[in-house]
Each structure stands twice: as structure tokens, then as C-alpha cells.
């Protein structure tokens, strides 16, 4: 394995900043004050918060670190006193890291992780999970000890506590590069020699952007919390050509459900069901069928297999007609010079809403343009009424594209 406390164990792509194993560790140590609530004011420390308590074997609770006290208060109460976890071991938990063994090392006998999801389609509802339930599907073994992972979540929340257990377990080096600016992130790729990356497409659109850069190193690129986009393959395809794509459907109350090498996924008829074009998956214990809010297209059968089309919160609603912002979407970004494009309603007080769009272009272009290219592509009643030029298009705190409705 070859770690020690001098290794490194994470860097800040954005700010230079190194920490390495002993000194994590000992941030882990001391983070006690930090459970059971834990509302961290960086990714580092929602990392340690995490190893205190899965070493001390104590419950946690995540809550983003951006929240309001108004805003937590409503998702837990105001019972957030913080409690010391009870003494226990980073010293030897340093050496099962170091060793590779640091899976084995977790107690697992009291520990249990609450998250909230987005609140994409509604209120955050609180999930809970055991150790068993959130990492059971990791990949843990001596092949991949030297993995070196780009961390492109947020910590908080299901997808970016996965990606971290399976760097953490395996003693990988986590360069961080969620919120970092593209020309760092390309130095980040080049100085650490980063082989793996998961990420959602609207991240990996950013890094289609702007002047080519190349990471032969990296050999694995996954994609989840929004439909990818086959547009969006391709370009990640010839960007990084040593890497497998693949399409990861998970969901923080269910864990991760589907997996796919493209925009097109086989379904297991125990565990998933379609209803009125909504895929719902079975989980729990007992096992109860939780609606997704993810929308789907039967594109096969025997077996059966779908494509993810939207989410059912976000269609846009014009004088009747269903309009799937994602679709908008990917016809402006097939568009000769746009590069990256989002679809969002308009409140308008004669058809409910109309189609609004932002666009990043590399060349000169007007609306009148874009709407001409995109009477190729969509139906009259898709076309967005209303497009701004932007320099870049907003992502939620979880790193998905933003939309919400405005009023003229």
C-alpha cells in the first residue's frame, strides 16, 4: 500500500491547499463537537466529520453548510445540540487506512447516516442509512489502491458521500474539484494523475468547454443526478479517450438502483415498476415502491429497458401541452456554437408559462438564429420565447442544472 502519515490523502484543486493523511486524521480525531449534526463549512470537513463518526461508531446527520438556521430548523427542529462521541482509536484507524484496510476496521454496530434529498420536486425528506445500505455496492480491493479520485460533489448529500467512501476505503487520493474553476481543474487532472471521476452532466459539460485539454491518466468517468445527455457523451468520449463512460442511476432514499455504459438502462422487473411514465423503485424494510419523480421512455423489451427523459416536477406547463425542459435542451445544445444551454419557465398570465432559455455561445449568434435552428429540432410550442446570452449556466448546490420559473 505504501501510505503513511505523511501521504496525501486530499488537495484543493481551487486553492492549492494539501492535506495529508496524519493530519486528516487528526482533524477526524477532534471533530467530535461535530456530531450528531454536522453542517460543515468546507468539503474537508464533512469529510472528517464522517470518519469521527463512522470510527466512533455514532449516529450523524449532514445538513448542507450553506442552510439558513431558519432552513435547518425546519429540517431537524431546533434539537441540534451537539453531543461528545464517545473515546475512540484514530491512531490504529490511521494505520487500517494506510493498510488498506479501513473497511474492516468500521465497528458498524450503531452508526447510521441521515441525509435530505435535493427538494427538486418538493420539501427535503429525510433518509437514513446504515453502513450496509449506503456503501454495500463499493468497490474495495488491492486493484484499486492506486486510483486517484476528482471529487465533484457535494459532501452533503448521497451521491458525494459515495464517491468519498469509495476513494476513502480504498486509500485513494481525493482531489477536490467541485466548485474549482476549469484551468485548475485541467492542472488538477495533470499534476495528481487522476485516473477516476464521478460527476452529474452539467459538470461535465462545464469541462467541455473552452480550450481542449487532455488527461490520459484517467480511465473511468461516471455520470449521475441527471439524464445524460448522448450529446454530452460523445464529447466527454473524445475529451478523454482512455476513459469508460458510464451512467449511474442512484437516488438517496433507494441507493444506486440502475447502471448503464450509455443513455439506455435494463430494468429488473423485482425491483423496479413504471407507472403513468414514472419509474418507481422498490426499497426499504419492509420493501415499499418509492416514486423517483423520474420520468422514462420504454425504448425495449425482454428485458425491458428505458431511457430517462426528465423529471416529473420540472415539465413546463404551455397552455396545456407538457414540455420536458431537458429536451429543449439538448436541441439547443446540437446547435452549431452553442455550447451549453438551460431551459426554464416563464409565468406568462395568458398560457400559464412560456419557454425560457439561457445559452453559452463561442461565436457570435442572435435569437433570431437560435430559434431558426431550433424549428429543425422542436415543435413550435418548445421553442423558448425568451433567450439571454449568459457566460456560464447556474448549478444547484448539488451540481445540477438551476431552473425555476420567473414572471414578466
Not at 476513502?168 to 476549469?182: G, P, Q, T, Y
Not at 445527455?229 to 478523454?240: C, G, I, V, Y
Not at 423485482?270 to 415502491?289: D, Q, S, Y
Not at 439538448?330 to 398570465?349: M, Q
Amino acid at each position: 500500500m505504501n501510505k503513511s502519515a505523511n501521504s496525501l490523502f486530499y488537495a484543493d484543486a481551487q486553492s492549492g491547499a494539501l492535506t495529508s493523511v496524519g493530519d486528516f486524521f487528526a482533524m477526524a480525531a477532534s471533530a467530535g463537537h461535530c456530531t450528531p449534526i454536522c453542517k460543515p463549512a468546507s468539503t474537508l470537513q464533512a469529510f472528517s466529520c464522517l470518519v469521527h463518526s463512522m470510527v466512533a461508531d455514532v449516529p450523524i446527520t449532514l445538513i448542507d453548510g450553506d442552510l439558513s438556521q431558519s432552513e435547518v430548523s425546519g429540517l431537524i427542529g431546533d434539537n441540534s445540540v451537539p453531543a461528545r462521541s464517545p473515546r475512540a482509536d484514530f491512531c490504529a484507524a490511521m494505520r487500517a487506512y494506510c493498510d488498506g484496510n479501513l473497511i474492516n476496521f468500521i465497528p458498524r454496530k450503531k452508526w447510521r447516516l441521515r441525509l435530505f434529498t435535493s427538494g427538486t420536486t418538493g420539501r427535503p425528506k429525510s433518509v437514513e442509512h446504515s453502513f450496509e445500505t449506503l456503501f454495500g455496492g463499493l468497490r474495495v480491493s488491492p486493484k484499486h489502491a492506486p486510483d486517484v479520485w476528482a471529487y465533484a460533489f457535494n459532501p452533503t448529500h448521497f451521491a458525494g458521500v459515495c464517491a468519498f467512501a469509495q476513494a476513502l476505503f480504498n486509500s485513494n487520493i481525493i482531489v477536490d474539484v467541485f466548485s474549482a474553476e476549469r484551468e485548475k481543474i485541467a492542472r488538477a487532472f495533470e499534476k495528481f494523475s487522476i485516473t477516476h471521476i464521478s460527476a452529474t452532466p452539467t459538470f461535465y459539460r462545464m469541462l467541455c468547454l473552452g480550450k481542449k485539454f487532455t488527461a490520459p491518466t484517467l480511465r473511468s468517468i461516471t455520470s449521475g443526478g441527471e439524464t445524460f445527455d448522448e450529446s454530452t457523451m460523445n464529447k466527454l468520449s473524445a475529451l478523454f479517450p482512455n476513459a469508460k463512460v458510464k451512467n449511474i442511476y442512484a437516488s438517496t432514499e433507494c441507493g444506486q438502483a440502475l447502471c448503464s455504459d450509455g443513455a439506455v438502462f435494463s430494468i429488473d422487473a423485482a425491483r423496479t415498476r413504471i407507472n403513468g411514465g414514472e419509474l418507481l423503485l422498490k426499497a426499504g424494510n419492509p420493501p415499499v415502491w418509492v416514486s423517483t419523480g423520474d420520468l422514462v421512455e420504454i425504448v425495449g423489451e425482454n428485458p425491458t429497458r428505458i431511457k430517462f427523459i426528465g423529471r416529473k416536477g420540472e415539465m413546463i406547463n404551455v397552455g396545456g401541452y407538457k414540455i420536458n425542459p431537458a429536451e429543449v435542451e439538448e436541441a439547443l445544445r446540437g446547435i452549431e456554437h452553442v455550447l451549453d444551454a438551460r431551459a426554464f419557465p416563464i409565468k406568462n398570465s395568458v398560457a400559464g408559462n412560456i419557454v425560457g432559455a439561457e445559452v453559452v455561445v463561442d461565436s457570435e449568434m442572435s435569437e433570431r438564429q437560435i430559434r431558426a435552428a431550433l424549428t429543425q429540432k422542436l415543435q413550435s410550442f418548445k421553442i423558448p420565447r425568451v433567450i439571454k446570452f449568459v457566460d456560464s449556466i447556474q448549478k444547484t448546490r448539488t451540481g445540477k442544472v438551476k431552473r425555476w420559473a420567473i414572471i414578466l
